[in-house]
């Protein structure tokens, strides 16, 4: 989008903004905030949950995407501002130019549009992971979340060094192959029409469990000791959070014996309907 009147972009990208002056002149030009242009307007394929797509560039230097919720503009968009600071922004302090902030974003109108999804997994022929869209698609496809959520699928090493190291190590282990082939398996269950798949893992202590967890995790993401294996240990809305990042994926969850079982039972049939609980607005 281009600069919105009253703004101008540096040739650093930083964005200045400057006051109107008396008779018609320009008043005094201030430093707004480091670089951050509107590529595209966010929309769902409902037409709603508008928002931005946005490029910044972080204290390093280097660019990064992402997508702004347009709601996160409602009232002092402290919210936004918070996200934004997270992946490198610099603002200017004072309370106006929080409110010139807002004025830029929502005075932005960029001539490109794209598709958002708020959550990963199948989006007709695209493939939506937070931080890139695998596949072809009518539209261009992103991950849109009001919350500031990692990105559980960090790529680290090679195909061939997986292989090397955690694929050659499964050869002759049933328990590992399956755990590894259930985790694979998330990304097929969709285009095959078949339902979620919850597989248990059951035994005494230090007999391996968590092992075999950790090798299917390598599969989705980064593969250290720990990476993309969850805990039951959470309530109710924060485990459907996590799945819900983890969909048509493989959701692992470690340590059940730290959950009620009412609890696991519960949380147990939302993962396995891949339904999250119902909840009432203001107007019921």
């Known amino acids: 989008a281009p600069a919105p009147p009253g703004f101008r972009f540096a040739d650093d990208g930083a964005i200045f903004y400057t006051e109107p002056g008396r008779n018609g002149e320009a008043g005094a030009e201030h430093w707004l905030c480091s670089p951050l242009r509107i590529l595209a307007c966010t929309r769902n394929t409902a037409g709603e949950g508008w928002g931005y797509l946005a490029e910044l560039i972080d204290r390093e230097g ?54 958002c999804a708020d959550r990963t997994g199948w989006h007709g022929r695209a493939f939506v992971l937070p931080s890139r869209t695998l596949g072809a698609a009518d539209e261009a496809v992103i991950f849109q979340s009001e919350s500031n959520t990692p990105d559980p699928y960090r790529e680290r090493g090679t195909l061939a060094g ?14 590992a192959v399956f755990a590894v082939a259930a985790a694979l398996a998330g990304s097929l269950l969709t285009p095959a029409g078949a339902k979620p798949l919850i597989c248990h893992f059951r035994g005494g202590s230090s007999k391996g469990k968590t092992t075999l967890l950790r090798a299917a995790a390598s599969v989705w993401g980064e593969p250290v000791a720990g990476a993309g294996v969850e805990s039951w240990r959470a309530t109710a809305n924060a485990l459907e959070s996590v799945a819900a990042l983890r969909n048509d994926a493989a959701l692992i969850l470690d340590e059940l014996s730290q959950l009620d079982a009412r609890d696991a039972i519960g949380a147990a049939y939302a993962i396995g309907n891949g339904q999250g609980k119902a909840r009432a607005a203001r107007s019921g």
């Open 62 to 115: 280097a660019p990064r995407r992402l997508a702004l919720p347009a709601r996160l503009l409602a009232g002092d968009g402290a919210e936004l501002r918070a996200l934004l600071s997270d992946k490198g922004w610099r603002p200017a302090p004072g309370p106006k130019a929080r409110e010139r902030l807002l004025t830029y974003l929502l005075m932005s109108q960029p001539r490109q549009f794209v598709r």
């Open 162 to 175: 997986w292989r090397e190291q955690v694929g050659a190590l499964c050869v002759g282990n049933s328990r």
